[in-house]
């Protein structure tokens, strides 16, 4: 069945791969879930038939949706059928090479929005965060995407990262207004959210960012936004109740009772008065993790998470591959 009241009414979504093999820092899909997996086109026929049957509209759900190795059989067999795709997010680097299955399929039936996950203005932070992607590969891929056909783009980004300035904040509204000069008719839609420090990943050590940080950042970018870009900025927040979720212990049960009762808002309230994760704090690298009885199956365990905390914070790229776990 499907609920009436679903997230995406207009489209069945279909999950083709779970977890990633690119392991960025922030993203528990990559160190959480493993090892990273794809559905062959063979084992999604039924669902897509029965998808299309009912909503006419197929979402591919998947963390790396744009690499998977089967992805034009997939589409094309959506098509076949008369379905149409709704695709989540496109990595940039494949992208932006126009021989790549994304490039061939959006030359094919451009959608009238694509949406790319940037992470950071800078290059440095950007390799902090684990995503080796230089400017010109950036402009490259929305190059491809605006002589597709794709009439509007969404950029994705994350403000509060570690050794963030709001110099780098600003930087993501210089950033766009360049992508602006070479990108397509409909213009840019910036999507910012706070970062939610995620268990299971090197980032986990990470202070949830200010609520004042936060909303310094919104006001510096709607002041330096250039024309032709839009801006969607999450709520401090919720960011900060989702970071109470994503990193605390046993205590949180707490807040989430409290949240049943009468409200998340009311939660965070009482939690910012308790959870030193609210007050600014992180935990220690060598202290204890409410989750670290966890094994996910990833050879080193913590001490690899730790470890690529410090390359994060050193601002060192590391390819996946030499991570182990893949």
């Keep these: ?15 083709i791969s779970r977890g990633c093999r690119w392991r960025c820092r922030f993203c528990a899909a990559g160190h959480v879930i493993t090892p990273y997996r794809e559905q062959p086109l063979e084992a999604l026929e039924e669902v897509i038939a029965w998808g299309i049957a009912r909503r006419g509209r197929v979402g591919l759900v998947g963390t790396d949706v744009s690499d998977h190795r089967q992805l034009e059989p997939i589409v094309e067999a959506i098509w076949r059928r008369g379905g149409e ?29 694509l949406t790319l996950a940037v ?8 390799l902090g965060l684990g995503k080796r992607l230089s400017d010109e590969q950036l402009r490259q891929a ?35 207004g360049e992508l602006r ?16 420090p995620k268990a299971g990943t090197p980032l986990q050590w990470e202070p949830v960012p200010g609520r004042d940080y936060l909303r310094q ?9 250039p024309r032709g870009v839009s801006l969607s900025f999450e709520s401090p927040d919720w960011t900060r109740w989702q970071a109470l979720l994503s990193v605390s212990g046993r205590e949180v049960a707490a807040h989430v009772l409290c949240a049943a009762r ?12 308790e959870s030193p994760l609210l007050q600014g704090e992180g935990r220690w690298p060598d202290g204890e993790l409410p989750w670290a009885h966890v094994d996910h199956g990833q050879p080193g365990g913590q001490r690899v998470l730790a470890e690529e905390r410090q390359r994060c914070l050193r601002r060192e790229y590391v390819p996946p591959s030499r991570l182990g776990g893949r």
């Design 142 to 176: 929305v190059q491809v995407a605006t002589e597709a056909g794709v009439n509007k783009l969404r950029l994705y980004f994350l403000v509060g990262t570690p050794g963030e300035a709001l110099d780098d904040v600003a930087a993501i509204a210089t950033l766009a």
């Design 217 to 225: 950042a919104r006001q510096v970018l709607r002041r330096h936004l």
């Design 262 to 273: 009468e409200g998340w808002r009311r939660a965070l309230a009482v939690a910012e008065q």
């Design 85 to 113: 795709v709704a695709f989540p997010s496109f990595r940039v680097e494949p992208l932006r090479r126009r021989s790549s299955a994304a490039g061939r399929l959006l030359r094919q039936r451009p959608p009238r929005t």
């Design 181 to 196: 000069l070479v990108g397509p008719p409909g213009g840019l839609e910036l999507s910012v959210n706070g970062l939610v």
């Design 119 to 126: 992470e950071a203005a800078s290059c440095e932070l950007r």
């Design 1 to 15: 069945m499907l609920a009436p009241g679903a997230a995406f009414g207009t489209h069945v979504d279909v999950e």
